[in-house]
């Protein structure tokens, strides 16, 4: 399958290539994000949070256990209310842990939204780059090889990685140089 799916982008690219006579070139956001001091910046926060995240998730879970433990360990003593007490303050402690992960790491919690609103903006300069350095360069076509593409040769001077991550740069050193004025 994935044999034919790179015969199949192959033959596309042959035959936009023939029929256009396009000029193409590919990009590695990956590395172009590595290399934005910003993103490793947010990163670096995000990274922080999600730890702090951790740490009070395994936090309530520590204390889950040792009410769970006591509460096994008294079962025997406890009776009526009491029982129903303190089995009532081991559900709520476990239902709390669940409802805790699902809301920070589940499909759609508060970590992939916070990696969301990160990422979006890089994103978004990025393509902004991209646009510029085609439009200046002729590209037709631009490639992203650090998503699923599998680009099994190319030139060197059909990676525009470099020069995207120049407009990047220089956006930011401008903006560095204005904020110490």
């Known amino acids: 399958m994935k044999k034919l799916k790179t015969l199949f982008l192959a033959l596309a690219i042959l035959s936009c290539g023939l029929i256009n006579a396009q000029k193409m070139g590919v990009v590695d956001t990956q590395y172009i994000l590595e290399n934005m001091p910003e993103y490793k910046e947010a990163e670096a926060r995000l990274k922080a ?7 009070d998730l395994q936090r309530l879970q520590t204390e889950y256990e040792q009410k769970r433990s006591a509460f096994e360990n008294e079962r025997v003593l406890l009776i ?9 303050e081991v559900l709520d402690l476990d ?3 669940k409802t805790t992960t699902s809301l920070r790491f589940g499909k759609n919690g508060e970590v992939t939204q916070l990696r969301t609103n990160l990422v979006q903006p890089f994103q978004d300069q990025i393509w902004t780059a991209i646009k510029t350095m085609s439009e200046k360069n ?5 490639f992203d ?3 699923d593409i599998n680009v099994i040769f190319l030139q060197k001077r059909y990676d ?22």
Request: net charge positive; aromatic share 4%.
């Open 160 to 181: 525009y990685t470099d020069k995207v991550l120049d407009i990047l740069l220089k956006g930011t050193e401008k903006e560095k140089k204005t904020n110490k004025k």
């Open 49 to 55: 949070q999600i730890d702090t995240w951790e740490q």
């Open 95 to 97: 239902k709390s842990i």
């Open 80 to 88: 009526g209310d009491q029982l129903k007490l303190r089995e009532k």
């Open 145 to 147: 090889k650090s998503n």
């Open 138 to 142: 002729g590209l037709g076509i631009v």
